[in-house]
């Protein structure tokens, strides 16, 4: 997803410094901001993208969480890096889960 394809209000509030994981665009969940920093980013939901790594990709749920946790957890890309959100048990596994 390029940030043109957003939804207009996410767009908006959405700072230029923001990564946008273009494979994810339909596990954003909203825009969010980490202290002491003012400017968005986009909050991505854990679950959701486990989801579609084992729908796009064929991973089976051990393949699309072991992905994550080595490829996405830790993305550090500077003041726009992405907000990833857990809210279920098997997010808070995945985000848990050693690397």
Known sequence: MIKDELDPLVYEELS?????LEVFNDC???VGSV???THSVLIYDVGEMVIS???KDGMDME????FYAYNI?????????PIFMSDKIIDRAIVMQPL
């Open 63 to 66: 393949e699309a969480m072991e």
């Open 35 to 37: 202290f002491p920093h």
């Open 28 to 30: 954003v969940v909203g």
């Open 16 to 20: 230029d410094e923001a990564i946008v």
């Open 73 to 81: 957890a830790g993305l550090c890309v500077g003041d726009g890096t």
């Open 53 to 55: 790594l084992m729908k």
